[in-house]
């Protein structure tokens, strides 16, 4: 049956003062930290970076990296402003013509209960736009089926959806490292990668899996640095706390506000303006990179759209050769051709999405070729009625 909306609203208005009391709570936190973030925005690098040297340096939550100036609230302004969407192309032209711009995304079939052979189905497709007066690029996908062994199916409650996890992040971040290997030197290339490279959601897992991630990124950041070819890592809906701890470290008495995200403490921004380029020094999963790549992510917060900005993460050598600037412009402009998210990295979702009429077809080509090897794949009865039905 469907939801019946009176028991939802009832439920609402029974519930309204758990919602009132969390919302007053976080906006009392929230103008704290506004408050203090006012406070540090007054402050040198320098200064920030003396007042943070009495914490462990992968306790601190960020530190700046480049001079703060004087930027209050950590607002860096764009001034970009166009008179018609015309002329806001026309900047984008002037900035990413002949400038190469690559995006790699993934889905994936996972195994079937409605099968009697664990089977699984990994695709990713990626996107290079070379911004040529003549329209070229380059779409395609690359496919890779997980068998029992790849799954290890066999052994007791293995999570084999998390095994095709793993298999499609490691396919997507190996696309990028051929990708920067294959553009090296290259002094107009721009890769994204759509998601963190601090990669905080594998601390939910074991060790092993932890490290599978870790490992996967840090090809990913050696490359980029290797071959010099600019990375960005792009999260659209960010819930980092980085600037937040560093805050508290930064102010005794701040209290602790797991609801209160970077994001939200800078939102008061135009289109394309930014923060300062800060350093990442996140506790948790960080310690698991090698030293010396835990400390060369950094990031900043840019506004490109009406809700909260966006979290760019990018290897610090982008900064350090002076090429921060430029490859932020390169962003802006994938952005406006996106209408609110880059264009590479939403052409590369589109390729490599995988349909419900890809997943029926998988599962024909499966069977048909099962009977012809004379291996004993069973349909469920569920199957085989939702089939009849079709």
């Known amino acids: 049956m469907t939801l019946k909306p009176s028991q939802i609203l009832s439920q609402l208005r029974e519930k309204r003062n758990d919602f009132a009391t969390f919302d007053q709570t976080t906006v009392q936190a929230l103008e704290k930290y506004r408050q203090a973030l006012a406070a540090a925005s007054q402050e040198t690098d320098t200064a920030l970076l003396e007042q943070l040297a009495e914490f462990v340096a992968n306790d601190r939550g960020a530190e700046p990296l480049e001079p703060l100036g004087d930027y209050p609230h950590w607002l860096m302004a764009s001034g970009l402003t166009w008179s018609s969407r015309e002329e806001s192309h026309t900047w984008v032209r002037d900035r990413l013509t002949d400038v190469a711009t690559f995006a790699v995304d993934g889905s994936q079939i996972y195994p079937s209960k409605d099968f009697s052979i664990p089977v699984a189905l990994v695709q990713i497709g990626w996107f290079e736009n070379l911004h040529h007066s003549g329209g070229q690029y380059e779409k395609d996908i690359d496919v890779d089926i997980m068998t029992p062994a790849d799954l290890k199916a066999n ?191 939403e052409t590369a979702d589109q390729t490599a999405v995988l349909q419900t009429t890809d997943r029926q077809t998988f599962y024909r080509l499966l069977q048909d070729w099962a009977e012809e090897e004379n291996l004993h794949l069973r349909l469920s009865r569920k199957m085989v009625s939702k089939a009849r039905r079709r």
């Open 155 to 345: 052994t007791s409650g293995d999570p084999v959806d998390r095994r095709v996890n793993m298999r499609r992040f490691e396919m997507e971040t190996d696309r990028l490292v051929q990708y920067m290997e294959d553009r090296a030197g290259c002094n107009n290339c721009l890769a994204f990668l759509d998601g963190s490279l601090v990669v905080t959601f594998a601390e939910a897992f074991d060790e092993k899996t932890q490290q599978f991630y870790v490992d996967c990124v840090v090809r990913l950041l050696q490359a980029s640095e290797k071959c010099r070819v600019p990375l960005i890592g792009y999260v659209d809906t960010s819930y980092a706390r980085d600037l937040t701890l560093m805050l508290q470290r930064l102010t005794p008495g701040l209290p602790d506000a797991p609801a209160i995200h970077d994001a939200s403490l800078v939102r008061k921004m135009e289109w394309g303006d930014r923060t300062p380029l800060f350093r990442c020094r996140r506790p948790g999963i960080l310690k698991a990179y090698p030293g010396a790549i835990a400390s060369r992510i950094a990031f900043t917060y840019l506004k490109a759209h009406d809700g909260f900005p966006v979290r760019l993460e990018l290897p610090t050598w982008i900064y350090h050769e002076g090429l921060l600037e430029t490859v932020l412009d390169w962003v802006r402009g994938e952005i406006i051709i996106g209408s609110g998210y880059p264009y590479v990295i």
